[in-house]
């Protein structure tokens, strides 16, 4: 009799404790604005359609905000929080400060989300629909978006300082910093690959030009006529600002050439070129496999953009649903 209490009483017990569990690791899943904003999709792809009439980067510019929040605490929308009392912004933090855009953009997606489900869809929801409409616009596969993140009431300028991975630190490093969000190197690839579009300043390669890790000469790996030319973008001394294509031969399409620069010695910055010049790397046969096979490249990347989506949400009732992307509630 008491036993059978007892055995009752660890089943009640077990259903609770799996109740709490699944709750606190709650999945995102693509229908999860479906009654409460079914149109959200289509409303942040016309806004990121409208936006890329006047402004052929934005696209690119979008994806690389998702990327930079979801490797600072998760997918949370902490990077476009702006400085306050309670927030030092990670706007301001090194991979981003004069480097991240689009913010406005984001704020425009916002308003027209808001207009039409107000209260209900997240700033991290909006980063991970806007970057499948950037990749698909610009002619990337397509790809069902997880949703169901909420936004933080908080922000980690020193995380983002650590975190998030510097073009010069080695593909090694790297690799670390990938497999610290649970993301291995067909994700570090096929994501790499986002490089098929967007800019990047001087100051972001200018190290492989002239005086390369002190040998006094430029990067071995570097094609001696994209030198050339790069050279003349970045003159020694001059700005660090000037922007040059990350993609050389197809600059604001999403495709796989990315992959056949890497080939050729055409990769802009050293973290890319790595891929494919780092003797003896696993990256190799993978770039070779996205060069060869775009279809390859797009399933890959749209599954590797879910697994980075995925990078610790706030879910259930954690965090809240921000009214203004670059604000916390109330304050
Ligand atoms: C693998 C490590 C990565 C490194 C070291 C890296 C580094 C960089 C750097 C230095 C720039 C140029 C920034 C500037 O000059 O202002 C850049 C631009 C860009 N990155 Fe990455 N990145 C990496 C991975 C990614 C990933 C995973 C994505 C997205 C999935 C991404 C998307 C982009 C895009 C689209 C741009 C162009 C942005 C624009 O034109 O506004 N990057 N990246
Ligand atoms: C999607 O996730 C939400 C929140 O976890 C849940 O309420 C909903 O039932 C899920 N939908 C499906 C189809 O699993
Ligand atoms: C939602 O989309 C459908 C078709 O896709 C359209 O008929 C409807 O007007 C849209 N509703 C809103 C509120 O935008
Ligand atoms: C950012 O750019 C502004 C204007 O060009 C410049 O004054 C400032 O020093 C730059 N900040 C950093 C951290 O590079
Ligand atoms: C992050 O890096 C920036 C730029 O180097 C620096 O100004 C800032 O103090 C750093 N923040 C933290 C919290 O480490
Ligand atoms: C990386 O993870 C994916 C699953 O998302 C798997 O299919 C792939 O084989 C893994 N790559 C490596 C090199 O382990
Ligand atoms: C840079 O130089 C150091 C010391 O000579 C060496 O260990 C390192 O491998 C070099 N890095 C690259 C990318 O060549
Ligand atoms: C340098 O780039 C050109 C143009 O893409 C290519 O034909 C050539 O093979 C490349 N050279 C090397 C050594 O990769
Ligand atoms: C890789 O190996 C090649 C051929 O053995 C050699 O010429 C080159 O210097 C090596 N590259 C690096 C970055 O170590």
């Known amino acids: 009799m008491l036993s059978s209490y007892f055995s009752c009483y660890l089943v009640v017990l077990a259903l609770v404790l799996a109740l709490l569990i699944h709750q606190s690791n709650a999945q995102l899943n693509s229908t999860f604005y479906a009654t409460t904003c079914p149109n959200v999709s289509t409303i942040v792809r016309n806004a990121v359609q409208q936006a890329l009439q006047s402004d052929a980067r934005i696209g690119a510019s979008l994806i690389r905000l998702h990327?930079?929040?979801c490797f600072v605490d998760g997918c949370d929308a902490s990077i476009l929080l702006d400085n306050s009392a309670t927030i030092q912004s990670e706007k301001d933090a090194a991979p981003n400060t004069n480097s991240t855009r689009g913010f406005d953009v984001v704020d425009n997606i916002k308003t027209a989300v808001e207009n039409s489900c107000p209260g209900v869809v997240s700033c991290a929801d909006i980063l991970a629909l806007a970057s499948e409409s950037s990749v698909s616009l610009s002619g990337g596969p397509s790809w069902s978006v997880l949703l169901g993140r909420r936004d933080s009431t908080t922000a980690n300028q020193g995380g983002a300082n650590?975190?998030?991975p510097s073009p010069v630190e080695g593909l090694s490093s790297i690799t670390s910093k990938f497999s610290a969000v649970g993301l291995n190197i067909t994700d570090l690839v096929a994501l790499s690959g986002a490089h098929t579009f967007g800019r990047a300043q001087c100051r972001t390669f200018i190290n492989r030009l002239y005086n390369f890790n002190g040998t006094g000469n430029p990067d071995p790996t570097l094609n001696t006529?994209?030198?050339?030319?790069?050279?003349?973008?970045?003159?020694?001394?001059?700005?660090?600002?000037?922007?040059?294509?990350?993609?050389?031969?197809?600059?604001?399409?999403?495709?796989?050439n990315y992959f056949s620069n890497l080939q050729t010695n055409e990769g802009l910055l050293q973290s890319d070129q790595e891929l494919f010049s780092t003797n003896g790397s696993a990256t190799i046969s993978i770039v070779n496999s996205?060069?060869?096979?775009?279809n390859t490249f797009f399933q890959t990347f749209a599954q590797s953009m879910i697994n980075m989506g995925n990078i610790s949400p706030?879910?259930?009732?954690s965090g809240e649903i921000r009214a203004d992307c670059k604000k916390v509630n109330g304050s």
């Open 67 to 69: 990327f930079h929040d």
């Open 162 to 164: 650590t975190s998030i």
């Open 225 to 256: 006529t994209y030198l050339a030319t790069l050279q003349q973008t970045c003159p020694q001394g001059g700005s660090g600002t000037t922007l040059a294509n990350l993609d050389l031969t197809t600059q604001d399409s999403f495709d796989n």
């Open 290 to 294: 996205f060069s060869s096979n775009q």
């Open 314 to 317: 706030l879910t259930g009732s």
